[in-house]
């Protein structure tokens, strides 16, 4: 069977990421989240905007390694790049190599806006932060939004919508490191949950994500 991933590969002329009920549209300082017909944006995920170095069907391998708003970095990353999930997940991930003769501290701090009522998630669940807001008024279940990451956070603030959480690591000489971020969005929050413990668990998250597409 062919690798459409793998087939369609190195395009930098697309700025889409898309799923069954999902896209993601990048734009040079802002990315846009479609759900099923419904826009939003304003924050959401703008650590996916930049430009576009290589594009295939499940991921995007971006410019700036840095994320030009919402991100700031002890240490630069080596690499960024965008991907999409079958189950309706978005995310990031962030890798760091140490080619000093000493241990790097990382610090990694992002800040975002959730829409909708904001908390944040305890010691059993899949995430760090949850929103939920109305998704119309022809629509009665509410759409939940969920944040995780593969690190646990150094600490959290809550401000209306809004966020800011700090990740930080120590990386020893010789080492490399990554960071992922995930984001959720669906109306039946257990689903939702499901799948963001199945990729959190996944070692070689790029390998097994091309794998479910294809």
């Known amino acids: 069977m062919r690798d459409i991933c793998t087939y369609l590969n190195g395009r930098s002329d697309k700025t889409f990421l898309g799923t069954g009920n999902l896209g993601l549209a990048i734009q040079p300082t802002a990315a846009r989240l479609v759900y099923v017909q419904r826009w939003h944006e304003g924050g959401l995920c703008d650590w996916a905007a930049g430009s576009v170095r290589s594009w295939s069907p499940d991921r995007i391998v971006m410019d700036e390694p840095v994320p030009p ?9 080596l690499t960024r790049q965008i991907f999409a999930t079958r189950d309706d997940l978005l995310g990031m991930t962030l890798t760091w190599h140490n080619d000093t003769g000493q241990p790097l501290a990382l610090e990694a701090t992002f800040s975002g806006e959730l829409p909708g009522q904001l908390r944040q998630g305890d010691e059993t669940q899949a ?3 949850y929103a939920v807001t109305p998704y119309s008024d022809r629509v009665p279940q509410p759409l939940h ?4 990451a593969s690190w646990p956070p150094q600490h959290v603030a809550l401000h209306d919508e809004g966020y800011d959480i700090t990740f930080t690591q120590t990386l020893e000489p010789g080492h490399s490191t990554v960071l992922m971020l995930f984001l959720g969005i669906g109306i039946d ?3 939702v949950e499901t799948a963001l413990r199945r990729w959190q668990n996944e070692v070689d998250l790029d390998t097994a994500v091309r794998h479910d597409w294809n």
């Open 127 to 129: 995430s760090i932060l």
């Open 69 to 77: 708003v919402g991100a700031s970095f002890s240490v630069r990353p």
């Open 145 to 148: 939004f969920a944040l995780a």
């Open 189 to 191: 929050l257990p689903a």
